[in-house]
């Protein structure tokens, strides 16, 4: 069964610095794996996808993951955070070409600080 | 123009009643979906369809029944609500069967079952 796993319930960083947002997922062939966020009161927005090619993807608002096959992770980074980035973040996996079979992480709380 | 629109965004009511959530879509998309997000933020699909037609259907209790009368709307009308159903609902859309895998999301509905 596919599943995924983000073991960072709650990350606070200085609005400037770097960000990490860690992604594991378990699943039996080539995944298909997106990242999402909600801001507060809000729908999820699709921020990147991955499903072939180049391992590091760009997506919206200025945000990059990497996929590593032998590490099964898919980690969504930003150089600088802004405080408008702080939101929730869910990192999804699924069949490749398909969105019917999403199977969504617990999400990362991301909190920035001025 | 919203893209995924739900009505009502707020409902608060008691142990036994029935409710119903409406969801439009102006995208042409042909896939529509419900999800449940619990109070954890958990993120779990509930039914898919394609075309008014039924595709998925998780184990949801037999009082949530959706309904589709075109490929624009996609109902959710939940009968003798419990406790447990308190949650926030989304309704989401995507490309005939998700082949591009991006997921558009409502705001979301938040159901309180006092």
């Known amino acids: 069964a596919q599943s995924v796993t983000q073991p960072d319930i709650h990350i606070t960083v200085s609005e400037g ?79 490749t070409g398909t969105a019917s079979k999403l199977t969504f992480g617990t999400g990362t709380r991301l909190q920035v600080t001025l | 123009d919203t893209a995924v629109s739900q009505t009502p965004k707020y409902l608060v009511t008691q142990m036994g009643n029935d409710k119903s959530i409406k969801c439009e879509q102006n995208l042409g998309h042909d896939t529509m979906y419900w999800y449940k997000q619990d109070s954890k933020k958990f993120l779990k699909i509930m039914f898919s369809y394609n075309n008014k037609e039924l595709i998925i259907n998780e184990t949801v209790p037999n009082r949530f029944s959706p309904k589709s009368p075109d490929k624009a709307h996609l109902n959710l009308h939940i009968n003798s609500l419990e406790l447990g159903d308190s949650a926030v609902y989304f309704c989401a859309s995507s490309r005939a069967g998700g082949s591009a895998g991006e997921l558009f999301f409502g705001e979301g509905s938040r159901l309180t079952v006092l």
């Open chain 1, 17 to 95: 610095a770097s960000l990490e947002l860690r992604c594991n997922y378990s699943y039996g062939a080539t995944p298909y794996l997106f990242w999402y966020v909600q801001s507060p009161g809000q729908g999820l927005q699709l921020l990147l996808k991955y499903f072939s090619g180049d391992t590091l993807v760009q997506g919206i608002k200025g945000f990059e993951a990497e996929f590593k096959r032998s590490q099964s992770s898919f980690n969504l980074r930003k150089p600088s955070v802004h405080w408008s980035d702080a939101a929730e973040y869910f990192c999804a996996v699924g069949p």
